[in-house]
């Protein structure tokens, strides 16, 4: 090693003999070193140009002018204040309070329901209103440092500590809905309910958004969602349930009653024993073995423990109900890939249709297929790229992708699929391409407990009169208004979520 390190010294010190210019073998050999050409060589007028003007900007201070990750440019343009000073001159004083925030936030130039973050980052608290000279301030800095409306919103719910978002960060927010829309008003007799409402709004967001499965939402991601759109449609709609994303009651309230439901014992979380009740059975051991391993949540106690909180089991029913959903996919498909090399193979499709074959039998089922037909239908339907081997890919592309799933761990619906018309789900998606499953499912669901919750009403009514005089109302508009709350009353006295 010694004589090498020498003899590259060496070379390093010899001097060089010639040097091509690259502008061509024509041009002049050099001898000297590069150091003394370059001292040497006669500097073009534009070159000289540069060097001056380089010259004369040495020790100034040149202004950051890209900000990568959040999303900043440099602006000289002025702010044009107008609008948010005369707003500010129609409220007495020097401050806004939280309910003054409205106006004052569409003032800005944000939706109505940014006005909460908004009151927080211009120092409003419960007990201290906001300064309007800070609310200008505030206004004149998220228009200038930041491009966006997605990095300007993480910004506000971050007060500029990360670039990303968590759950947490969602809670104010959507506690100032709750508080504050009309379609909303009805839960102030329930207080109890808020939490839940909360969390289950909050596990949503990141189910729809979260693509990258980290539990922090980036700038990227949120510009990808249509989460700020969804916030901005909240105050054209005075009925919370026509925004069916992320904030419909009606959604909430379907997916807490079936928590509820196989929750036996009340204690906020589920069990595997639990899950399995889940619509009558109809998963196998082996997909909520995989479940419960920590294949599709972060949560430690569902791995330690084998208990699954509200928030996974708000994403497992969206998982379960909408298997056309990328999130969905993604889901399955994690429990399906055994050793996480991303791909389902021969041997994991066997290994969960098993069970599957199993649970007929059991059921005394006599016409099914067997392995080696099952594996062969499903690879026609898939259409994997590469042979036997299903990639996550795949399954996106493929519009029956919850046949699959269904196929391999979902007994009820494996069999509702193998006797119906073989044209239906294509006839589903044509017929009903403005609406999710999630969406049919939740709509379904919703009018089925309100059915029984207005005939369990009916049965412990004595005052028979006033139930048939009320018969031509439409039971859903009764809870909407407020009467499905004698419902939610048998939840009271559980610990919040």
Same mark, same amino acid.
């Given at each position: 090693?010694?004589?090498?390190? &020498?003899? &590259?010294?060496?070379?390093?010190?010899?001097?060089?003999?010639?040097?091509?210019?690259?502008?061509?073998?024509?041009?002049? &050999?050099?001898?000297?070193?590069?150091?003394?050409? +370059?001292?040497?060589?006669?500097?073009?007028?534009?070159?000289?140009?540069?060097?001056?003007?380089?010259?004369?900007?040495?020790?100034?201070?040149?202004?950051?002018?890209?900000?990568?990750?959040?999303?900043?440019?440099?602006?000289?343009?002025?702010?044009?204040?107008?609008?948010?000073?005369?707003?500010?001159?129609?409220?007495?004083?020097?401050?806004? &309070?939280?309910?003054?925030?409205?106006?004052?936030?569409?003032?800005?130039?944000?939706?109505?329901?940014?006005?909460?973050?908004?009151?927080?980052?211009?120092?409003?608290?419960?007990?201290?209103?906001?300064?309007?000279?800070?609310?200008?301030?505030?206004?004149?800095?998220?228009?200038?440092?930041?491009?966006?409306?997605?990095?300007?919103?993480?910004?506000?719910?971050?007060?500029?500590?990360?670039? !990303?978002?968590?759950?947490?960060?969602?809670?104010?927010?959507?506690?100032?809905?709750?508080?504050? !829309?009309?379609?909303?008003?009805?839960?102030?007799?329930?207080?109890?309910? !808020?939490?839940?409402?909360?969390?289950?709004?909050?596990?949503?967001?990141?189910?729809?958004?979260? +693509? #990258?499965?980290?539990?922090?939402?980036?700038?990227?991601?949120?510009?990808?969602?249509?989460?700020?759109?969804?916030? +901005?449609?909240?105050?054209?709609?005075?009925?919370?349930?026509?925004?069916?994303?992320?904030? #419909?009651?009606?959604?909430?309230?379907?997916?807490?009653?079936?928590?509820?439901?196989?929750?036996?014992?009340?204690?906020?979380?589920? #069990?595997?024993?639990?899950?399995?009740?889940?619509?009558?059975?109809?998963?196998?051991?082996?997909?909520?073995?995989?479940?419960?391993?920590?294949?599709?949540?972060?949560?430690?106690?569902?791995?330690?423990?084998?208990?699954?909180?509200?928030?996974?089991?708000?994403?497992?029913?969206?998982?379960?109900?909408?298997?056309?959903?990328?999130?969905?996919?993604?889901?399955?498909?994690?429990?399906?890939?055994?050793?996480?090399?991303?791909?389902?193979?021969?041997?994991?499709?066997?290994?969960?249709?098993?069970?599957?074959?199993?649970?007929?039998?059991?059921?005394?089922?006599?016409?099914?297929?067997?392995?080696?037909?099952?594996?062969?239908?499903?690879?026609?339907?898939?259409?994997?790229?590469?042979?036997?081997?299903? +990639?996550?890919?795949?399954?996106?592309?493929?519009?029956?992708?919850?046949?699959?799933?269904?196929?391999?761990?979902?007994?009820?619906?494996?069999?509702?699929?193998?006797?119906?018309?073989?044209?239906?789900?294509?006839?589903?998606?044509?017929?009903?391409?403005?609406?999710?499953?999630?969406?049919?499912?939740?709509?379904?669901?919703?009018?089925?407990?309100?059915?029984?919750? #207005?005939?369990?009403?009916?049965?412990?009514?004595?005052?028979?009169?006033?139930?048939?005089?009320?018969?031509?109302?439409?039971?859903?508009?009764?809870?909407?208004?407020?009467?499905?709350?004698?419902?939610?009353?048998?939840?009271?006295?559980?610990?919040?979520?």
């Amino acid at each position: 090693m010694s004589g090498d390190s &020498t003899t &590259t010294k060496e070379a390093s010190n010899s001097p060089q003999t010639s040097a091509t210019s690259p502008t061509g073998p024509s041009s002049p &050999t050099a001898t000297a070193t590069p150091s003394e050409d +370059a001292a040497s060589t006669p500097a073009g007028p534009v070159v000289t140009a540069l060097l001056k003007e380089a010259d004369s900007l040495r020790g100034q201070d040149i202004p950051r002018f890209y900000f990568p990750d959040t999303g900043r440019v440099s602006s000289a343009a002025p702010v044009d204040d107008s609008r948010l000073v005369q707003a500010l001159d129609e409220i007495q004083g020097q401050t806004v &309070t939280l309910a003054q925030m409205a106006d004052i936030a569409k003032a800005m130039g944000y939706p109505k329901f940014w006005k909460q973050p908004l009151f927080s980052a211009a120092g409003g608290t419960e007990q201290r209103p906001a300064a309007k000279d800070r609310l200008l301030t505030l206004r004149r800095e998220l228009t200038k440092n930041f491009r966006d409306d997605s990095s300007r919103f993480v910004h506000l719910l971050t007060r500029g500590a990360r670039q !990303h978002l968590v759950s947490d960060d969602f809670l104010p927010l959507v506690q100032d809905i709750v508080d504050s !829309h009309p379609g909303l008003s009805f839960l102030q007799e329930a207080p109890e309910f !808020h939490g839940r409402y909360v969390n289950t709004v909050i596990a949503r967001i990141f189910y729809e958004v979260n +693509a #990258s499965w980290t539990g922090r939402i980036t700038c990227q991601e949120l510009r990808r969602s249509k989460l700020l759109a969804t916030i +901005a449609s909240l105050e054209l709609k005075d009925d919370i349930n026509e925004v069916t994303d992320f904030f #419909s009651y009606e959604h909430f309230y379907v997916i807490y009653c079936k928590f509820w439901d196989i929750d036996t014992d009340h204690d906020l979380f589920i #069990s595997k024993e639990d899950l399995r009740r889940h619509n009558n059975y109809a998963l196998s051991d082996r997909i909520i073995d995989r479940i419960f391993s920590g294949a599709v949540s972060r949560n430690k106690s569902l791995l330690t423990e084998s208990r699954m909180s509200y928030p996974d089991f708000v994403w497992f029913l969206l998982a379960e109900e909408d298997k056309r959903h990328p999130r969905s996919i993604e889901y399955w498909f994690r429990c399906m890939d055994l050793d996480g090399d991303g791909v389902i193979s021969l041997y994991e499709m066997e290994y969960f249709y098993t069970e599957q074959m199993r649970r007929m039998e059991e059921a005394r089922i006599e016409e099914y297929q067997g392995l080696q037909d099952c594996v062969c239908t499903m690879l026609d339907m898939v259409k994997p790229a590469q042979p036997n081997r299903i +990639a996550l890919g795949d399954l996106k592309r493929c519009k029956l992708a919850g046949v699959f799933f269904d196929t391999m761990f979902n007994l009820h619906k494996f069999l509702d699929y193998e006797q119906r018309d073989p044209f239906a789900n294509l006839r589903d998606i044509q017929e009903c391409a403005g609406m999710s499953d999630w969406e049919k499912y939740a709509a379904e669901m919703y009018e089925i407990l309100v059915a029984e919750e #207005s005939n369990g009403a009916m049965h412990d009514d004595a005052a028979y009169a006033d139930d048939f005089e009320n018969m031509e109302e439409d039971p859903a508009e009764n809870f909407r208004s407020g009467e499905g709350l004698k419902f939610l009353e048998s939840f009271k006295g559980s610990k919040e979520i």
